[in-house]
C-alpha cells in the first residue's frame, strides 16, 4: 500500500536536517511579537514537538511531554479557578469518575501504576487545560493575540507542509512541525482550523479567507490522507448552510459548486483514491467507494469472512458483543494494557471474531483497552466541554467531527494530545470570538432600535405640534 509505504521508509538524514533547517529559518524571519507566558509556551510546544520527536527520536518524545506537564502545573498554580458553570463543575466530577475506572482498570489487570500514570497523561493534560485557562480569565487583548496566534501557526504548519512536498515528496509521516509520525493529525488540523477562522471571521468567508481554507488542505494532502476528502467537504457545507438568512441561496449555489470540485480533485490527488494508484490519476467515484468501503471492512466481500476486520467492521463486532454482555468484566473494565503499551496477553481477537492484527477504530479499541463505561464517560467529558460554547450549530460541527473521528478513524482528538490540546484551545477560541459576535449583533440591534424609536417619537411630537 503506497500510504504504508511512506509511513515507514525512513528518512534520509541529510534531508530531514534540511527540512528542519527551512523550518526553523523560516521561525526566526516570522514569528514575532511573542508573549512569554505558559499559555504561549503550550501553544508553541504543541506546534511544533515534532522538531524534537524528529531530531531526538524517542528522548525527544519524553521530553515533549514533561515539559508538557511542568507547563500544565505552572498554569494551575498561576490560575484561581472560579465562577465555573453548572455543566462544567458537572464535567469535572465526571472526569473524576473517569480517573477512578482508568486507573482501577490497572489494578485489576495488574499493571504497573506508573505505567497507568504515563497513559492517564494524555486525558489529565487537555481536560486540566481547559479549567486552567478557564482560571486564567484572559482578557480581550490576551484572546485576541492566543487566537491570532494559533491561526498564524497554522500558516506555518501550510508553509512547511509545503517544504515537505518539495523536500521528501508525499509520505504519511513528518507532518509539518507537529510531529513525525501519524499522518491523520494533518485532518484534524484542517477541520479545527476551518472552523474556528470561521467563527473568528464572523462566520462567512470572503475573498482572501477562501485561500486559508483551500491551503489548509495541504497539510493532509501532503500525508496522502484519504479521508480529508470525505470529511472536509461535509464540514465547509455545515458551516456555510448553518444560518438561514438573505444570503442562504448565493450560499448554498457556492456549496453546489465548490464541494463537488473539492471531491474531485481529492480523488485524482490522491494515489489510493483513483485506479491508476498514482497522482492525478483518473476519477472513477465507484472505485473510491469501493476502497474506502473495503479499507474500513464494510464491504460485502470483508462481511463475508470469517473475521471481521477493518476499523469499522472490527469495531461493530467489539461493539456487538459489548451490547451482548454489557457486564462482562473484559467489556465493562477492559483489559489494560501491559507495560510495554500493547493490550493485556488475555486478550485474544479470535474470541471476539476479529482477525489478528486487524486496525480497529477508536471506539472498539477504547472499550477493549478500559472498558465501555470509561469510553462512555471521557467521550461525555470531551462533547460537554464543546458544548460550553455559545453557538449550538458550531457546537454540534465540532462535536459531529469528533464523533466521527472516535467511531470511524483513530479518535486522536481525545486520545491524543497533539489533537485534544488543540481541540481544547480550539473550544476557547470559538468562545471567545462566538460571544463577541453575539455582544456586537446586540449592540448593533440596540442602535437601530434606539434610532427607530428615536426618528419615530421625532415624528409623533411633529405631528401633534402641527
Do not use: C
Request: hydrophobic residues 50%; positive net charge.
Amino acid at each position: 500500500m503506497f500510504e504504508f509505504k511512506t509511513s515507514i521508509h525512513a528518512i534520509p538524514a541529510n534531508q530531514l536536517y534540511l527540512y528542519y533547517f527551512l523550518l526553523f529559518a523560516l521561525y526566526l524571519f516570522f514569528l514575532r511579537k511573542i508573549k512569554p507566558t505558559y499559555l504561549t509556551a503550550t501553544i508553541m510546544l504543541l506546534f511544533n514537538q515534532g522538531f524534537l520527536a524528529s531530531l531526538f527520536g524517542n528522548i525527544g518524545i519524553q521530553l515533549t511531554k514533561a515539559v508538557f506537564v511542568f507547563l500544565i502545573f505552572m498554569l494551575l498554580m498561576k490560575t484561581k479557578i472560579s465562577g465555573l458553570t453548572r455543566k462544567e463543575r458537572s464535567t469535572f466530577w465526571i472526569f473524576v469518575g473517569f480517573t477512578g475506572l482508568f486507573f482501577l482498570n490497572y489494578i485489576l489487570n495488574q499493571v504497573n501504576l506508573v505505567w497507568a500514570l504515563y497513559q492517564y497523561y494524555k486525558y489529565f493534560f487537555p481536560v486540566a487545560l481547559y479549567y486552567a485557562i478557564k482560571g486564567l480569565k484572559l482578557s480581550d487583548t490576551d484572546n485576541k493575540y492566543y487566537s491570532h496566534l494559533i491561526i498564524k501557526l497554522l500558516w506555518f504548519q501550510i508553509v512547511f507542509s509545503v517544504l515537505k512536498l518539495l523536500v521528501f515528496g508525499l509520505r504519511e509521516n513528518i507532518i509539518g512541525s507537529l510531529s513525525n509520525t501519524g499522518g491523520g493529525i494533518g485532518i484534524g488540523y484542517a477541520i479545527m482550523g476551518t472552523i474556528m477562522y470561521w467563527v473568528m471571521r464572523g462566520e462567512r468567508f470572503k475573498g482572501k479567507d477562501w485561500l486559508f481554507v483551500i491551503l489548509l488542505l495541504i497539510i493532509p494532502v501532503a500525508s496522502n490522507k484519504r479521508a480529508i476528502w470525505l470529511i472536509y467537504p461535509l464540514i465547509i457545507a455545515l458551516l456555510m448552510l448553518n444560518r438561514i438568512s438573505r444570503q442562504t441561496s448565493r450560499k448554498i449555489s457556492t456549496v453546489i459548486i465548490l464541494i463537488p470540485i473539492i471531491i474531485y480533485v481529492g480523488f485524482r490527488l490522491n494515489p489510493t483514491l483513483n485506479p491508476e494508484k498514482k497522482l492525478w490519476g483518473s476519477f472513477d467515484m465507484e472505485y473510491a467507494l469501493d476502497y474506502a468501503l473495503s479499507y474500513s471492512g464494510a464491504s460485502e466481500e470483508k462481511l463475508s469472512e470469517e473475521y471481521a476486520q477493518g476499523r469499522l467492521g472490527a469495531s461493530s463486532a467489539i461493539l456487538a458483543n459489548t451490547i451482548r454482555d454489557p457486564l462482562n468484566r473484559e467489556f465493562l473494565l477492559g483489559f489494560g494494557k501491559s507495560r510495554g503499551g500493547g493490550v493485556s496477553d488475555e486478550f485474544r481477537p479470535e474470541d471476539y471474531g476479529l482477525m489478528v492484527g486487524t486496525m480497529i477504530s477508536s471506539i472498539g479499541a477504547m472499550i477493549i483497552q478500559m472498558g465501555w463505561l470509561a469510553t462512555l464517560l471521557i467521550i461525555s467529558v470531551f462533547l460537554r466541554l464543546i458544548y460550553t460554547i455559545p453557538d449550538r450549530k458550531i457546537a454540534r460541527i465540532v462535536a459531529l467531527y469528533v464523533l466521527w473521528d472516535i467511531i470511524f478513524y483513530s479518535g486522536s482528538m481525545i486520545n491524543a494530545p497533539i489533537q485534544s490540546v488543540l481541540l481544547i484551545l480550539s473550544i476557547y477560541v470559538i468562545k471567545y470570538h462566538s460571544q463577541k459576535h453575539s455582544e456586537y449583533g446586540y449592540y448593533a440591534a440596540k442602535q437601530v432600535s434606539s434610532s427607530f424609536n428615536g426618528s419615530t417619537g421625532a415624528a409623533i411630537a411633529s405631528a401633534q405640534l402641527n
